[in-house]
């Protein structure tokens, strides 16, 4: 613990620095790789796969008891209507969600007939419901609206706190790198998306901006006016403060994770699949996405938008005259002492002579 007390503490003082910001071009080619494959990636595998709740269809819950076999109601749903490829699944420790297209009223009840033969249970036990595919349409539609209403919002608030738009702009791309990158992830690995798995995405956008904002409140910090000096350029100042938030924006990430992880591991394998499990596992992917992004995306493209301006242009330029001008003294210093060691050695030679 202490030894981790002093990293942060080097990292703050700039006794130990890590070259972020300088490296930008690497974190660019790495996000631009990620972002890639998060769009192709679904593509290629036919498409995100939308929960009931946006596609459409029916649904069953049995009650299993002790068997809640998964394959007995594939076969239970097939023998109704063949062809079709019922998504199974187990909630808790003896239900048996069942999930399907949408059938007409007369299947429904012989696929509640067959179920109940199957698993040996009451038919009125079962549960059955169908939602339509305009709900779900309208429910994607809503969501589309809540996004851009939140992604506008925050961007004028975030423009007018830093009173620079160019801070808002880099945090706004952040956010979109992290919701990219978490789509991506259900997309190719074939996680359902549900109405939990969107508020989800939604919260991982408040996480996101809130880490960032940190950052940039440092960055502002370290970059005000009256707050720049000749001992480091912009980009250099930037840098600072980067890692002297880095610490605590590892530390956050975990005390944020662990919850999370709690919460994923209890519905994904004690619950079962749930609303629970969709929310956490949204959360889990867009809190590490979004922690990377804050650090190796946020702050470097702030830095890569404000470096052409002017002031920024002559502060830099007066750095490095500076620096250069240091270096020069210090290799003149370094040559006068070479020389005096070698007049010194030179009259002790002559001495011992």
């Given at each position: 613990m202490g030894t981790f007390a002093q990293f942060g503490n080097d990292l703050y003082t700039g006794k130990r620095s890590y070259n972020i910001v300088g490296r930008r071009k690497l974190w660019y080619i790495i996000a631009a790789i990620m972002i890639l494959v998060s769009i192709l990636g679904p593509i290629v595998r036919g498409g995100f796969?939308?929960?009931?709740?946006?596609?459409?269809?029916?649904?069953?819950?049995?009650?299993?008891?002790?068997?809640?076999d998964q394959q007995k109601a594939i076969e239970a749903v097939d023998s109704v209507v063949p062809g079709q490829t019922p998504r199974v699944m187990v909630v808790g420790s003896d239900t048996v969600r069942i999930q399907t297209e949408q059938l007409t009223d007369?299947?429904?009840?012989?696929?509640?007939?067959?179920?109940?033969?199957?698993?040996?249970?009451?038919?009125?036990?079962?549960?059955?419901?169908?939602?339509?595919?305009?709900?779900?349409?309208?429910?994607?539609?809503?969501?589309?609206?809540?996004?851009i209403v939140f992604i506008v919002f925050a961007a004028v608030v975030m423009a007018l706190y830093f009173r620079t738009w160019k801070m808002s702009l880099a945090a706004i791309?952040?956010?979109?790198?992290?919701?990219v990158i978490t789509a991506g992830v259900y997309g190719i690995t074939g996680f359902e998306i549900t109405p939990a798995a969107?508020?989800?995405?939604?919260?991982?956008?408040?996480?996101?901006?809130y880490d960032t904002v940190v950052v940039f409140d440092k960055i502002r910090e370290n970059t005000?006016?009256?707050?720049?000096?000749?001992?480091?350029?912009?980009?250099?100042?930037?840098?600072?403060?980067?890692?002297?938030?880095?610490?605590?924006?590892?530390?956050?990430?975990?005390?944020?994770?662990?919850?999370?992880?709690?919460?994923?591991?209890?519905?994904?394998?004690?619950?079962?699949?749930?609303t629970l499990r969709d929310i956490s596992l949204a959360l889990f992917i867009g809190i590490l996405v979004g922690t990377y992004s804050t650090i190796f995306i946020a702050a470097p493209t702030y830095a890569h938008l404000r470096e052409n301006e002017p002031e920024i242009v002559k502060h830099d330029n007066r750095v490095r005259a500076r620096e250069a001008a240091n270096a020069t003294e210090v290799e003149k210093s370094d040559a006068d002492a070479t020389s005096k060691k070698l007049a010194a050695g030179g009259s002790a030679a002559e001495i011992g002579s």
């Amino acid at each position: 613990m202490g030894t981790f007390a002093q990293f942060g503490n080097d990292l703050y003082t700039g006794k130990r620095s890590y070259n972020i910001v300088g490296r930008r071009k690497l974190w660019y080619i790495i996000a631009a790789i990620m972002i890639l494959v998060s769009i192709l990636g679904p593509i290629v595998r036919g498409g995100f796969t939308f929960g009931i709740e946006f596609s459409g269809g029916s649904e069953f819950q049995v009650v299993a008891g002790k068997d809640p076999d998964q394959q007995k109601a594939i076969e239970a749903v097939d023998s109704v209507v063949p062809g079709q490829t019922p998504r199974v699944m187990v909630v808790g420790s003896d239900t048996v969600r069942i999930q399907t297209e949408q059938l007409t009223d007369e299947e429904t009840g012989q696929v509640r007939k067959a179920l109940a033969e199957t698993y040996n249970v009451e038919e009125d036990t079962i549960t059955s419901s169908f939602i339509g595919a305009s709900w779900g349409q309208d429910i994607t539609r809503q969501a589309i609206l809540a996004l851009i209403v939140f992604i506008v919002f925050a961007a004028v608030v975030m423009a007018l706190y830093f009173r620079t738009w160019k801070m808002s702009l880099a945090a706004i791309i952040a956010l979109l790198h992290d919701l990219v990158i978490t789509a991506g992830v259900y997309g190719i690995t074939g996680f359902e998306i549900t109405p939990a798995a969107m508020i989800g995405f939604l919260t991982i956008l408040g996480y996101s901006l809130y880490d960032t904002v940190v950052v940039f409140d440092k960055i502002r910090e370290n970059t005000g006016r009256g707050e720049l000096n000749d001992a480091r350029t912009f980009g250099q100042s930037v840098n600072l403060a980067v890692n002297q938030t880095l610490v605590r924006s590892i530390n956050t990430s975990v005390v944020a994770l662990l919850p999370v992880a709690s919460i994923l591991f209890i519905g994904a394998f004690i619950l079962g699949a749930g609303t629970l499990r969709d929310i956490s596992l949204a959360l889990f992917i867009g809190i590490l996405v979004g922690t990377y992004s804050t650090i190796f995306i946020a702050a470097p493209t702030y830095a890569h938008l404000r470096e052409n301006e002017p002031e920024i242009v002559k502060h830099d330029n007066r750095v490095r005259a500076r620096e250069a001008a240091n270096a020069t003294e210090v290799e003149k210093s370094d040559a006068d002492a070479t020389s005096k060691k070698l007049a010194a050695g030179g009259s002790a030679a002559e001495i011992g002579s």
